[in-house]
């Protein structure tokens, strides 16, 4: 039999029932449609608690609240203190109390001659309830009560006594055990803060001249305000097959190869390439990063070179062409003959649970070298199984980790790789450039569904994308993309060169870059008078200082009267610190505006005098109204970064 109260579209929750996302310490909204038959008022609340809570460990509630009455949504929120497996539940009751109270307020204003038996029955719902309050409780719901039937009062009096402000709070929150109604248990995952917000530096070491070179650019980078330098593969590169510069197939015997042509003779997975260095070298960089404050991500690339042990010791492993050959990778026309893809699934379920094993051991080895984040190269091209399985051992034994998505593919398969488990993934950003484009993009990432579990990292280039305005683009272009990348979404990164400009594209069709990394050493004046380091550090220094930069749920557009300049704010999830972003889209030329502010998005009373502080400028500003003006010139400054304060 359905139950007398409905609770449907809750969330946050993914389309398969596995786990949506959150961090320690994140306020993850909640909501629900809830809804019975009849006028009767109703109460909802939402309770959570880790997963496995062997400790005994109670749970924990919050208050929802009626925020859409047309469409009977309530919302509100939760905080979760510990990383790990958490479950949450919506519960909901008719709130006889309010009910009562809703009823007798109208028959006293019309003259009820009932009121008496109304006061009544008032009196002994408040004796029911004053059994369930907890006992420090207890004492205003039975004045209330008493109050009721106390004939010396009168009618009026009697009723005030009954209405009682406090007594329909205390009673708000206690269940109705009559139609309780309660859902199913939804599961949430709870990473570290760094799985939502970060800035991230990605460099290859062979161009530092190996790891322990490597390691005197960390302070740098470090100065650049970066939370993580990611390094592409460091492993053995294969020989046969060896890629040569532009991704040619005839290799020089000097030429260094793709570091994703992992294995040879030297090793594989778990070895580091002996022109990098040793594993000694790199438990140094490690340590290194650690004193810069720096964590280390790693590429995990699940493929193999020609000359990997595994293509030797586990043939069973790859997929085998008509002639027995194995086959390389290919992405028409693009061709990768110094790669073999992994057969993921090969005949034998012994042969595929010994591969899977061997996966997770690459995890487990870097990971007692002090790596914590991995970006996983292509992991669309994986089956999905294969990563539900791997991520949940990784996770459980260390639920510390952080996988970065590397996926440019259909949004499906971007938003189902997120869904079983990846802690971030890449995005489209590096192709949003038009205002309409990203409004309408952001708003989906922010406000969407997969909101509640596709966390987006934006990477205004890639060594294989090179995009947009910064193909052959000025300074001005790569000043604007970073503002935009680092103030739009909690995570975001960047290649190294960014900030020298690099901006050759390989050709007018090719979105790589000319002479790119990938296939050769690049040589680069880190000191050049020119560079945007002190510009990037300017930017990864108000995101460290506003807290309102790590969220994305709070993102709010607001309209601008030109198509060239783009507005958007952002608030804190306890809504203390409130931050509004005008950027200029033009990289060429200046433009000016007019704002139109949602004030309430602000948290700014209309009227009042907002006082805004420009982080990029240190210029202050006072605005009465709706309506600022803004002017700016891409050659000076590509944006302001305001920080709104109310007068």
């Not at 949430?188 to 161009?207: H, I, K, M, N, T």
Request: hydrophobic content about 40%; some cysteine; charged content about 25%.
């Amino acid at each position: 039999m359905l139950p007398r109260l409905t609770i449907e579209d809750v969330r946050p929750r993914t389309p398969e029932g596995m786990p949506a996302k959150a961090v320690v310490g994140e306020h993850v909204p909640v909501t629900a449609a809830i809804f019975r038959d009849g006028h009767d008022v109703l109460a909802a609340r939402v309770r959570w608690r880790p997963a496995a809570s062997k400790d005994g460990k109670p749970w924990r509630t919050a208050p929802l609240s009626l925020v859409e009455p047309g469409l009977d949504r309530w919302a509100g929120s939760i905080t979760v203190d510990d990383i790990g497996h958490h479950g949450f539940q919506i519960e909901a009751w008719t709130d006889r109390f309010a009910t009562w109270r809703h009823d007798a307020e109208i028959k006293a204003s019309v003259g009820d001659p009932e009121l008496e038996v109304v006061l009544e029955e008032g009196g002994q719902l408040l004796d029911r309830l004053a059994k369930r309050v907890d006992k420090p409780m207890r004492g205003p719901v039975v004045a209330a009560a008493q109050g009721l039937r106390d004939t010396s009062l009168s009618l009026d009096e009697r009723l005030t006594a009954g209405l009682d402000q406090h007594v329909a709070a205390l009673l708000a929150g206690v269940p109705d055990p009559i139609d309780l109604t309660r859902t199913k248990t939804f599961p949430l995952w709870v990473d570290r803060p760094r799985a939502r917000a970060g800035a991230w530096y990605e460099l290859f070491p062979r161009s530092e001249g190996g790891l322990e070179q490597a390691a005197k650019r960390l302070a740098g980078v470090a100065g650049m305000g970066f939370d993580v330098v990611y390094l592409p593969p460091i492993h053995p590169i294969g020989h046969t097959f060896r890629k040569g510069p532009g991704n040619t197939v005839d290799a020089g015997p000097e030429d260094p190869g793709s570091p994703w042509a992992i294995g040879s003779e030297d090793g594989g997975h778990l070895a580091v390439h002996p022109e990098l260095g040793t594993i000694d070298d790199f438990d140094s960089f490690v340590e290194e990063a650690r004193a810069n404050d720096l964590e280390v991500a790693l590429d995990y690339a699940l493929q193999c070179s020609p000359d990997h042990p595994w293509v030797h010791e586990h043939p069973e492993w790859f997929h085998h062409r008509a002639d027995g050959s194995i086959a390389y990778a290919e992405n028409p026309p693009k061709k990768y003959q110094d790669i073999y893809p992994i057969n993921f699934w090969p005949d034998s379920d012994s042969d595929r649970k010994a591969l899977w094993e061997a996966c997770r051991e690459i995890f487990e080895y870097w990971i007692e070298h002090g790596v914590k984040i991995f970006r996983v190269d292509n992991p669309h091209t994986k089956p999905f199984a294969f990563w539900d399985w791997i991520i949940d051992a990784v996770r459980d034994a260390h639920p510390e980790v952080v996988l970065l998505a590397e996926a440019f593919t259909r949004p499906p398969v971007m938003s189902k790789l997120a869904e079983v488990g990846f802690t971030q993934s890449y995005t489209y950003f590096a192709w949003r450039t038009a205002k309409w484009e990203l409004e309408e993009y952001l708003t989906e990432l922010a406000h969407g569904p997969q909101a509640d579990w596709f966390r987006p990292n934006f990477w205004p280039n890639t060594p294989d994308i090179l995009a947009g305005p910064l193909r052959n683009g000025p300074p001005s272009a790569f000043r604007l993309r970073l503002l935009l990348a680092a103030t739009l979404a909690p995570s975001y990164g960047i290649y190294s060169g960014y900030e020298l400009c690099e901006n050759a594209p390989a050709s007018d069709a090719n979105e790589e870059y000319l002479d790119s990394e990938k296939y050769e050493i690049k040589s680069r004046d880190w000191d050049r008078e020119d560079s945007l380091a002190p510009f990037v550090a300017l930017v990864n220094d108000i995101r460290h200082r506003h807290v309102a930069f790590d969220e994305l749920r709070t993102l709010a557009f607001h309209p601008v009267d030109s198509e060239n300049v783009i507005a958007y704010s952002k608030r804190s999830g306890d809504g203390s610190d409130v931050i509004l972003c005008v950027v200029n889209l033009d990289p060429h030329d200046w433009h000016e505006a007019t704002l139109s502010l949602d004030l309430t998005e602000l948290d700014v009373e209309p009227g009042a005098t907002v006082e805004v502080y420009d982080e990029m400028t240190g210029v202050s500003y006072s605005w009465t109204g709706e309506h600022p003006y803004v002017r700016l010139d891409p050659t000076v400054v590509p944006g302001h970064v305001f920080h709104v304060r109310t007068a």
